[in-house]
């Protein structure tokens, strides 16, 4: 009863300080005077509204989410004095519905012992670490030390793995005094562990990056961890260092088969360079996992020898959330919305980086074989506002779908398909006054989605930013096409074939995109239907 009484207050304090959060994010957008056509802040032109954003400075990897009390809790490595990668801490928001967020005090800093990396927290309801007091469910943190003395010293054992508790559902956390729970076996990438419970070998699973493997332990009360395998050597895209990794069961859509995933983040190696996230499917007996035959194959013959989860240059160290009701039962995914070749020099000031949408992925088994599918989560469409819809659309030359007198497209959501494909390629353009464009489209020549973001706007603070068209071969054998686009001022996010095929990618224009056209590539065509929503965050 008093652990009850205790949690309740907690959860209301939650309450109140999200409430608050939300109120002042209504209040400062109605401060902006939409009238006054002078030149766009920073914060008009590029501050994302329907994906998180730190009010300010560093952002790199989500770390730790968890659901727990009506919450989804989203840490992050965060640099909270400078807008460049520093010294790491985790920085905390919350949400009811992973779309508005609420920036909380840093939840764990760094110490003598290094750096706060990346990790993950789970909820461990049956107190089986300890520390959870008086009945409560303690939140259990895992994350890498990064010890920056050793690593100057030219060390290669400088990241161990560690863990720190909250008994206040994830606001505050106290570090073990047994840390590094994992000392480093000499392995000088060993770090972002991700724990699971494995319901099915009813054990707490941790997997780690470890230079190009991914190492699995397995443990009774999340303080003692035994190494139980590896997997990676000679598998997949090794064309960068291997981070980030997750791993999960899947019950494979519409059977009862119950296949295990694998995610790897690698930077950099990915398809259209630098950073991205490859996934495996395979079976896990407790100790091992083994990639399935059927995707080896695939993987084997599709063209990186790797299978991505999202082809575009900016969704990396994504992972998924713990602690999802059974009720809901969805697997819930959010990335980094950023690529190590240009994170740093992005075009704003006051902070760096947003994160991707939350995304729904499901195990499919299709005519590809095993696919991972990511789709926007349901929760945006709440979001709605006005819509235009159209069908049978004849696409001849340029044709204009909307501009922003009818809808403002700065945030708002695409849906449209094709019937049978086949010959029929399009370039979709986002363009405004100043003649800055985006394209992205389908290309039939070589069957491959893609996004040119090279006139899209800022593009010379790196190099590598506007170097190449990226394209993302389509896998799908549908004769038909729809397509999920997601606009959010300085990025699109692109759902082919039901999530089969992603692509996310980030520009910077001069002002607001403010016209939507599409194109044939080469013969005229009909497009079914395209529908459009404003999304509003308030
Ligand atoms: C991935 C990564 C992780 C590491 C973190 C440091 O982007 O390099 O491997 O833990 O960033 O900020």
Known sequence: MKTLRKTSLVSMLIALSFLIGCKDKVQSNQDVDESVNVSYTEEDLYRPSLHFTPKEAWMNDPNGMFYYNGYYHLYFQHYPDGNVWGPMHWGHAISTDMVTWKEMPIAIF???KGYIFSGSAVVDVNNTSGFGKGGGQPIIAMFTYHDVEGEKAGKTNYQSQAIAYSLDEGQTFTKYSGNPVIKNPDIKDFRDPKIVWDSIHEKWLMVLAAGQKIMFYSSSNLKDWKLESDFGDGIGAH????????????????????????????????PNGGSATQYFVGDFDGKQFTIDPSFEKDLNSSEHKSIWIDYGRDNYAGVT???????????????????????????????????????????????????????????????????????????????????????DLASAEV??????????????????????????????SDESFFVDRRKSGKTDFSEKFASHVSKAKRT??????TGTIIL???SIELFFDNGETVMTEIFFPNSPFDKLSIEPNDQEFVLGNIEIHKLNIN
């Open 110 to 112: 760094p110490d003598e």
């Open 239 to 270: 064309g960068g260092v291997w981070e980030c990794p997750d791993f999960f069961p899947m019950v494979v859509q519409g059977t009862d088969e119950i296949k295990w995933v694998l995610l790897v983040s690698i930077n950099p190696g990915g």
């Open 321 to 407: 959330w713990a602690n999802i009701p059974d009720t809901d039962g969805r697997k819930l995914f959010m990335g980094w919305m950023s690529n190590w070749h240009y994170a740093q020099d992005v075009p704003t000031e006051t902070w760096r980086s947003a994160m991707t949408v939350a995304r729904e992925v499901e195990l499919k088994k299709n005519e590809t074989g095993y696919r991972l599918l990511s789709k926007p989560i349901k929760e945006l469409t709440n979001y709605r506002s006005t819509k235009y819809k159209k069908e049978n659309v004849a696409i001849k030359g340029d044709t204009k779908i909307i501009a922003s007198d009818d809808i």
């Open 415 to 444: 849906n449209f398909n094709i019937s049978d494909l086949k010959d029929k390629g399009f370039t979709f353009k986002l363009t405004n006054k100043e003649g800055d464009t985006l394209a992205f489209g389908y290309n039939n």
């Open 476 to 481: 799908s054998l549908n004769p038909d096409l």
């Open 488 to 490: 959010d001022k300085t």
